[in-house]
């Protein structure tokens, strides 16, 4: 089996991993805070000191990390990605990053001659856990094609999107919609409890009638225990909504709701709740209206 790389073992990349590692890769890994390496290392991943030795290893080198800052950071930084890329390599990032800094990034391994697809991920902690990402990619389709055997080890639906930028393209738009379903949801929540009727009441309700969403499913018992242990980061959601309204500069669209939806995610974090899980919207709802 092919040597695969893969950069930055945080709640995602960890599960990805091990799936990676299940199909029968030879797997080495990189992380910045070493001591994340060492439950994959006594599985039997090589664990190497620096991104280059990563990618000097590695047929494929996977990156998921937190945002732009990191992934660009990882890429360029001393001993970063770019400094042993070359021909035959293949750079799939599966990060949450603006569209426009992966199609940099993108001109940078072509430059090299390697290849490189963007390859975002939604299906949160559990799914990566049961290798049931969906995963969906942009850059060339004939990189797509070689690289789909080991994106369906970590996924169950691999969607080819476009051109380089446009799996973050795609990724904007779910982004937007989980956002703006988890506030509205929050705040309709609220509005059904200061009225008396409780969450556990309203769900009963909601998970079966018009206005389902899945969120609801995911997120139901944060609400009801008050639990906001992060699966999925609140400031990650910002993040997210940062650059899908970026997207919306640059098409010049006017993206009202979301701009919307990002000022209340944005009020949250500054009220400390950003290493919680993005459901905590509702607990930063809940104290504003009190
Ligand atoms: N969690 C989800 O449900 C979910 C779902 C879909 C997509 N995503 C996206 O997947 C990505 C990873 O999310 P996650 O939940 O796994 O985040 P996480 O648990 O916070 O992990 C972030 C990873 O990035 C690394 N990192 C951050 N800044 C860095 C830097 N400057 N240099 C080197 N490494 C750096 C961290 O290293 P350290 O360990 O050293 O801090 C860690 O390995 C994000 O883009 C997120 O938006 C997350």
Request: hydrophobic share 40%; charged share 25%; no cysteine.
């Amino acid at each position: 089996m092919e040597n695969v790389g893969f950069i930055g073992l945080g709640k995602m990349g960890t599960p990805m991993v091990r799936n990676i590692m299940k199909a029968g890769y030879n797997v080495m890994v990189y992380n910045r805070t070493k001591s994340k390496s060492e439950a994959l290392a006594s599985d039997g991943a090589r664990v190497a000191k620096t991104p280059k030795e990563v990618v000097e290893f590695s047929k494929f080198t996977i990156s998921m990390l937190t945002d732009s800052e990191a992934v660009g950071s990882v890429f360029y930084g001393p001993d970063g990605v770019a400094s042993a890329m070359g021909p035959g390599k293949i750079y799939i990032d599966a990060s949450t990053i603006s569209y426009k800094v992966s199609e940099e990034i993108s001109k940078v391994v072509e430059g090299k001659m390697g290849e490189m697809l963007d390859a975002p991920v939604t299906g949160s902690v559990p799914a990566a856990e049961r290798g049931e990402l969906t995963i969906m990619v942009g850059g060339k389709k004939e990189t797509f094609e070689k690289s789909k055997k080991l994106l369906s080890s970590m996924g169950k639906n691999i969607i080819y999107i476009g051109p380089h930028g446009s799996g973050l393209k795609m990724k904007m738009v779910n982004n937007i919609i989980l956002g703006a379903n988890m506030a509205t949801l929050a705040e309709a929540i609220l509005l059904g409890e200061q009225n008396g009727i409780s969450p556990d009441v309203q769900f009963s309700v909601l998970l079966n009638g018009s206005a389902y969403s899945r969120v609801m499913d995911l997120k139901k018992e944060n609400i009801i225990k008050n639990n906001f242990e992060p699966m999925f980061n609140l400031e990650h959601e910002m993040k997210d909504l940062n650059y899908a309204l970026e997207m919306a500069r640059s098409s010049q669209f006017p993206a009202v709701l979301t701009s919307e939806v990002a000022q209340l995610f944005e009020i949250a974090v500054k009220k400390g709740l950003g290493k919680m899980d993005f459901s905590a919207i509702y607990k930063a709802l809940r104290e504003a209206y009190d």
